[in-house]
């Protein structure tokens, strides 16, 4: 059996949250660890049959998942931590059986560089399951693993980098370590974080901590949107105000969740000038409301003269999806009454869901009012959360009367 690594990643920084959760990538692959690299790239761990590898993909735009060549140096790799201030960050690379490596990237001008690497410690690990976080100045090394005297499956264990060689792992003790296993270890702000199973779920717990001592204080559960019950909930990191994990549901499917200002979290083609704020605040042209309204259940009615389809959660259109919305409306007649429904899929938080299916109609009406001007349209949005799943029903209708 494949080892699976359970792992945690980039420019951690630590906060409870109580804001709604966002679904960036849904998938039924056995999927662990997900990094959002400058606010655009997914970066995750795909278990598949002979191994587990890195794969990059651009958030919100559907075909673009790559199995990164760089990154898969080993038949088991995964990112197990970072340094924001020289732009590297680090990745687990199993290559043979007494052959394993923590190897030092940075990534620029959508390139992965590969700048040194470090020998793993010698473990005698008797679970099928291995860990990692390393501290951004690569002295601390938290191992999830079954060593030695466990405390009862897999538990969580410190190493320290003396200049030339890993100390022997030393187990952070009974308040962290129980009888249930413990993994995806990572440090933040003098705090350690991990999941515990718990039956076939798992939560995500924190604990103060400094390195070098046995954790005396009992680990809390993460309050909030986090842990979702009866869910596989793990992998939860911080990077700057946002906050990225995994959580699996009892039917097979795998969700990445983000908190975060939708707006800050996915790129555009309709360019970066403008806010949501931009694309709410100009009023409907004078006059034309009231008529529409009165008019738009039988519109809505027919079938949409354009629908036009998005990536997993975007708010936005990609390039392509941008021309043919350009093309379309240069044919129409000027003063046309143009009627925009912004829809979601029925997959994920229902307030989540409002604002997706709301933020894409009035980001398609805002460009529309701005970019087409001169055609002097009469606009109607108005947006709808659909039951169905699946990537045709995440979209935007324009009909026009």
């Known amino acids: ?27 039924r692959e056995e999927v662990a660890d997900v990094t959002l690299l400058n606010k655009e790239l997914l970066i995750y761990t795909k278990k598949e049959k002979d191994g587990q590898f890195l794969y990059t993909e651009q958030l919100g735009a559907t075909g673009t998942a790559t199995k990164e060549p760089a990154l898969n140096l080993g038949s088991v790799n995964t990112v197990v931590g970072s340094n924001k201030e020289n732009n590297e960050f680090f990745v687990y690379h199993r290559r043979g059986r007494k052959d394993e490596v923590i190897a030092f990237y940075t990534y620029a001008d959508g390139a992965f560089t590969k700048v040194g690497e470090r020998q793993l410690p010698r473990l005698k690990n008797q679970s099928y399951n291995l860990g990692l976080f390393l501290t951004p100045d690569k002295n601390d090394l938290l191992i999830a693993a079954e060593l030695g005297k466990t405390k009862g499956y897999d538990d969580i264990y410190l190493s320290k980098w003396s200049g030339n ?32 199973k718990d039956g076939e779920a798992a939560y995500v717990y ?40 995994i959580t699996a549901d009892n039917e097979g499917g795998y969700t ?12 555009s083609a309709f360019g970066d000038n403008y806010s949501f704020e931009d694309a709410v605040s100009t009023s409907q042209y004078p006059g034309t409301v009231a008529e529409m309204k009165a008019t738009a259940s039988e519109v809505k009615s027919r079938k ?39 829809y979601s899929d029925g997959k994920g938080v229902k307030s989540v869901k409002q604002e997706v299916s709301r933020k894409r109609a009035a980001y398609v009406e805002w460009y529309i009012k701005h970019k087409l001007a001169h055609k002097n349209f009469w606009i109607l949005s108005d947006h709808t959360v659909l039951d169905e799943l699946g990537a045709a029903y995440r979209k935007v209708e324009i009909r026009i009367d």
Do not use: C, H
Request: proline fraction near 4%.
């Open 1 to 27: 059996m494949k080892r699976i690594i359970y792992s945690a990643a980039f420019f951690i920084t630590i906060a409870f949250s109580a804001q709604a959760q966002t679904p960036i990538k849904e998938t």
């Open 165 to 196: 060689r890993w100390s022997k792992p030393k187990n952070l003790g009974k308040q962290v370590n129980t009888r249930q296993p413990e993994f995806a270890p990572f440090l933040a702000n003098d705090s350690l974080y991990f999941s515990r």
């Open 206 to 245: 924190a604990v103060p901590f400094k390195a070098g001592t046995v954790v005396e204080q009992e680990p809390v559960k993460l309050a909030g949107n986090i842990n979702q019950e009866n869910a596989f909930n793990a992998y939860y990191k911080k990077q700057g105000e946002q906050e990225l994990w």
């Open 256 to 267: 990445a969740y983000t908190t975060g200002a939708e707006e800050e979290t996915y790129g």
């Open 304 to 342: 949409a003269d354009l629908q036009l389809l998005y990536g997993f959660n975007s708010l936005y259109l990609d390039e392509a999806a941008v021309k043919e919305l350009d093309a379309f409306l240069e044919n129409q007649q000027d003063k046309a009454r143009i009627y925009i429904t912004g």
